[in-house]
């Protein structure tokens, strides 16, 4: 099956800070996929982002398929943006592959 | 509107016992999807309904995982003679996926339900 790698596993940020969140996938696809898990344990969709970028608030992502790698963009955390970030991508019969996932924690 | 709900929230089984989970899936949505989180793990794909035809099961762990959606909107997962192995988060997904082949962006987005705890002690 198609293989993800997030990078960098843990992160400590100071509150107003920002981070870049990277997701590296083995094969092509058509679509990715990134959600945040809130401490209770819920997959929140942050992006739908088969490819270019797309802005959310503070958030924003870009995937570039032809080289195989999405990225995550945090500004000016605050605490509320802690937990852990997941990416993912389809195969198969669109079932979904995710990555380990980043763990942020945002310190005030 | 409704997101995808899942229960119960939490269930703690005795080692041998039979359970349940429950997923409603947002209405109307074709495709139904369950995973298993370990714990500091990534979601893991369980199997995959359109509408009430499973077309995937290949991740089901043993034979004592069995799934269904007899009418094509609410799923059951039930895990038969539990053991300590099974204790995870399962999580229910569900997706529009239009079946006549038509794809547009976003249509196979995935949404999640809360999950359920299950705990086998």
């Known amino acids: 099956g198609i293989q993800v790698e997030q990078s960098p596993p843990d992160l400590i940020l100071q509150e107003g800070a920002n981070s870049t969140l990277r997701c590296n996938f083995s094969?092509?696809?058509?679509?990715l996929q990134w959600f945040h898990q809130n401490p209770w344990g819920q997959l929140i969709n942050l992006f739908y982002?088969?490819?270019g970028t797309k802005q959310n608030g503070r958030l924003s992502a870009t995937t570039v398929a032809t080289e195989r790698y999405s990225l995550l963009y945090i500004s000016s955390s605050q605490t509320t943006d802690s937990g852990v970030y997941f990416c993912?991508?389809?195969?198969?019969?669109?079932?979904?592959?995710f990555g380990k996932g980043n763990q942020v924690v945002v310190i005030p | 509107g409704a997101g995808v709900s899942q229960s119960p929230r939490y269930k703690v089984a005795k080692r041998g016992q039979d359970v349940a989970l429950r997923c409603d899936p947002i209405?109307?949505?074709?495709?139904l999807f369950w995973y298993q989180q370990a714990l500091g793990q990534g979601p893991e794909f369980l199997t995959y309904?359109?509408?009430?035809?499973?077309?995937?099961k290949s991740g089901l762990p043993s034979d004592r995982f069995f799934a269904e959606r007899p009418e094509g909107s609410v799923s059951t997962l039930k895990i038969q003679r539990t053991q300590q192995e099974d204790s995870a988060v399962y999580l229910c997904?569900?997706?529009?996926?239009?079946?006549?082949?038509?794809?547009?962006?976003?249509?196979?987005?995935?949404?999640f339900g809360p999950g359920t705890r299950l705990t086998v002690t």
């Open positions: 209405s109307g949505h074709v495709s």
């Open positions: 309904f359109q509408n009430e035809a499973q077309l995937d």
């Open positions: 982002i088969p490819s």
């Open positions: 094969d092509s696809v058509n679509n």
């Open positions: 997904a569900s997706s529009l996926k239009l079946p006549s082949g038509l794809r547009e962006s976003a249509r196979d987005e995935q949404y």
């Open positions: 993912a991508v389809p195969y198969g019969n669109n079932r979904l592959a």
